[in-house]
Each structure stands twice: as C-alpha cells, then as structure tokens.
C-alpha cells in the first residue's frame, strides 16, 4: 500500500473528521433501475457498510477524474464504460466531497480489486434503502435518487442568437456555427435539475439559412429543421423526453416555451446558456 499526499484525516469547519486532504469523491454508476454499490472492508471507515466507491482527490485533481480513477483502484471496473452524466457537490466547509453519477452500458461483472472492498453488487435503486449503509451516503441518497436522469439540452439556435449582438443579422450560418462551437466547449452546466453540475447530451435546432452548418465537433447533435424551426424542437423535445431523462429546451419564445412544457421538458432563457458559454472565436 502507497499513501500519498492526499491520504489523510482532516477536519471541517462542521467539526467532522474526513479521509481525504484535498476533498474526496465517488462514483455512483446506474443502468436499468440499479445502482453500483461497494460492500466496504471491515478495516475501513464505516467497515461492513454500503457506499460508492471512491476516495480522497489528489491536489488540482478534478471530481471526475478522482471518482473514475478511485473506482478503477477499488473494483474490476472498467471507468471507460460509464458516461458521466451528472455532479452532486457536498461542501462541509473546508471539506467537500462530489458524488459523480455515470450510467453503465449494462449491469457489468464488477469485483473487488482492492483491500478496501469487500464486494460490489448492482442494487436495486428502491432497494438501497433496506441496505446497511455508509452513514454519508445514507444521508446523501435521498437527494442522489433524483439526479439518476440523463440529461438532454436542446437548444434554439435561432433565439439564442438573436439575443445577443455579435453581427447574426450579417451572417446567419457564422453565428449558428459559434453557438454549436461554443456549445461544443462546454462541458458541465450548472442550474440544470438535480444536478449541482450536469454533463448533458446537447442538441442544437437549426433553421433557414442556418440549417446547413453541418456537425462541427463531437459532442453537439445539429438537428437541421427542413420545415418550421419551432415543429422540429418540439418533435426533438417529445423524441426524448422520459420519465428518466431530465430535458432542458433553451429558448426565449413564449409560444415555443409553452409547447415544449406540455411536453414534459423544463424550459430556461438564453441568458442562461451564454452565461456559462466560453468566448466565441
């Protein structure tokens, strides 16, 4: 066993011990109605307990990264399987620890690879409250049922541009090519359901003399409308919308905003977007 760093006791300004100098973090993986659950060591904090796996941050490590990485040293799992869909951020004052949530392609053979666990089981999501749990995660869980949704971001590129001055009137399809850049960039929003952080599935809705941008990067779905721009969100918002997905539509029309609610989507204003868009090139 190696300790580094980062592989100690402290104590926040609530008074509470924690494990982990820099902060800690876990990944609570889910597919199919269940969640990944680590069976902890006797010789552990909170030994014979149900948790997640995960661990103490190394210094300027990002929550994701530690949550995979701990939960690659702790278990069989690959962390190259999940998709990170969402942050739970827990600030004790000095001390923090990040839930990351991720779901799973299916209910992966998943062992024990370190001494610090005792097995992994993939429960039932309204069985995890009959387990014996890890005091923390017990307290957590009420909240962290919720953010078990996938997030979908669907976004009017043509409202959204015309609520900002950069020169959209002079070129149309410039402006939608740096909104699905821009959108490309981004990688976690806040203010987005459950989630303290949310790493969604962007969609972005062109239109007109738009609607030929094409794809640009890798993480946007451009959605050409060949017909009416506003029909072509609301058939892409009633495409997703679930019961386990949490959608966001990203428009400024009043119309276009009551339609999409009937569809079971959340609607939010532009200025919302831009404010967490990184500049444009």
Known sequence: ?????????????????????????????????????????????????????????????????????????????????????????????????????????????????????????????????????FEPFANAWPRLRGCLRRPVLVVDAANVMGSRADGWWRDRPGAAARLRDQLDAVDGVTGMGPFDVAYPEKVLVVEGKARDIGAGGTSVRVVAARGDGDDEIVATVASVVAPDVECVVVTADRELRRRCAAEGATVAGPRWLLSQLPPAH
């Open 1 to 133: 066993m190696t300790w580094g760093e980062a592989d100690r006791f402290v104590r926040c300004a609530q008074g509470h011990v924690h494990w982990g100098r820099y902060g800690a973090a876990g990944l609570l993986a889910h597919h199919d109605g269940h969640v990944l659950l680590q069976h902890r060591a006797k010789l552990t904090i909170g030994g014979g307990t149900w948790g997640v796996f995960g661990g103490a941050r190394n210094r300027d490590e990002e929550p994701v990264a530690a949550a995979l990485r701990e939960t690659a040293e702790e278990s069989t799992l690959d962390a190259g399987e999940i998709t990170v869909r969402g942050l739970m951020h827990e600030d004790h004052g000095g001390w923090g620890y990040d839930t990351v949530i991720g779901t799973a392609p299916a209910l992966l053979h998943v062992r024990p690879a370190s001494w610090e666990s005792r097995d992994a089981a993939w429960v039932p999501v309204e069985d995890v409250a009959g387990h014996n749990l």
